[in-house]
């Protein structure tokens, strides 16, 4: 059974960095037909795709984000990361990672979830 | 890109069957046999109901459908039950070989 687990701070100042990393467990990141992904819930509202990466290294972003976002894997680690640059309040939210499937069509696998909170 | 339009709410009573729709366009919607569905009930994460338009994941209710016809696409819950009420969300694959998800239903069983 493939197991995600969400890492990181869970306060991060304005105009900091946030950097998350999810642990995957279970299954090899490395396999060629899943892309690592991280999805994001702003508070009582609907959830937004921030991006995703494949093992070979390569990723696509939402391109509101795009600016701002880089995602990152560690094969040798079963990692993946997501760092978003220049935060605002309006990054606080309930980060997720997940497994997408098949070209990056539907996400089979979620974790549980990691609140951020953009605060001084 | 624009998130997927779906209604903010939904109700029906148990036994009853409720459809939600799913509207994008011809980049994603539209465009592609990449339509998912989500259930996400509170403090939890969101779990795949359908994925393709109208397949089923392994331990996923056979009371759960979807289709899709131009632009819109649809859940249909069947023979419905207290356990189904949460918040679902469409997803399509898009022209950018990007993800866009609607912005969410909540479903009431009354």
């Not at chain 2, 898009?94 to 866009?100: A, E, G």
Request: proline fraction near 4%; charge should be positive.
């Amino acid at each position: 059974q493939v197991q995600l687990q969400e890492s990181g701070p869970g306060l991060v100042k304005p105009s900091q960095t946030l950097s998350l990393t999810c642990t995957v467990s279970g299954g090899s990141i490395s396999s060629g037909g899943f892309y690592w992904t991280w999805i994001r819930q702003h508070p009582t509202k609907g959830l937004e795709w921030i991006g995703y990466i494949h093992y070979s290294g390569s990723a696509y972003y939402n391109p509101s984000l795009k600016s701002r976002v880089t995602i990152l894997v560690d094969t040798s680690k079963s990692q993946f990361y997501l760092k978003v640059s220049s935060v605002t309040a309006a990054d606080t939210a309930l980060y997720y990672c997940a497994r997408g499937r098949d070209a990056n069509t539907y996400l089979d696998y979620w974790g549980q979830g990691t609140l951020v909170t953009v605060s001084s | 890109q624009s998130a997927l339009t779906q209604p903010a709410s939904v109700s029906g009573s148990p036994g009853q069957s409720i459809t939600i729709s799913c509207t994008g366009t011809s980049s994603d919607v539209g465009g592609y046999n990449y339509v998912s569905w989500y259930q996400q009930h509170p403090g939890k994460a969101p779990k795949v109901m359908i994925y393709d338009v109208s397949n089923r994941p392994s331990g996923v209710s056979n009371r759960f459908s979807g289709s899709k016809s131009g632009n819109t696409a649809s859940l249909t819950i069947s023979g419905l039950q207290a356990e189904d009420e949460a918040d679902y969300y469409c997803s399509s694959h898009t022209i950018s070989s990007t993800l866009v998800f609607g912005g969410g239903t909540k479903l009431t069983v009354l």
